[in-house]
C-alpha cells in the first residue's frame, strides 16, 4: 500500500538509486534484507559502533551546576 501515489513510487525509486545505486532493487529490498546474516549485522556493528565514533550526552536536571 506504500506505493499507491506516484509520489510513494518515486520515493522507493530514488531510495533504491541512492542507497543501492540500482533501480532495480525497489521491488527486491525485501530479498536484500532476508539475505543480511547475524555475521554481516556483527561485523557492521564491530565496524561502527566503537569509542572514536559516539556521541555521549550527559543530561542534567535544569540549574544543576556542571
Known amino acids: 500500500m506504500s506505493r499507491e501515489s506516484n509520489e510513494e513510487k518515486a520515493t522507493h525509486l530514488a531510495h533504491a538509486a541512492v542507497i543501492h545505486n540500482d533501480i532495480t532493487t525497489a521491488d527486491g529490498e525485501f530479498d536484500i534484507f532476508m539475505k543480511t546474516t547475524a555475521a554481516?549485522?556483527?561485523?557492521?556493528?564491530?565496524?561502527?559502533?566503537?569509542?572514536?565514533?559516539?556521541?555521549?550526552l550527559h543530561i542534567l536536571p535544569k540549574g544543576t551546576p556542571r
Open 40 to 56: 554481516d549485522v556483527q561485523r557492521v556493528a564491530r565496524t561502527y559502533f566503537n569509542d572514536t565514533n559516539r556521541v555521549v
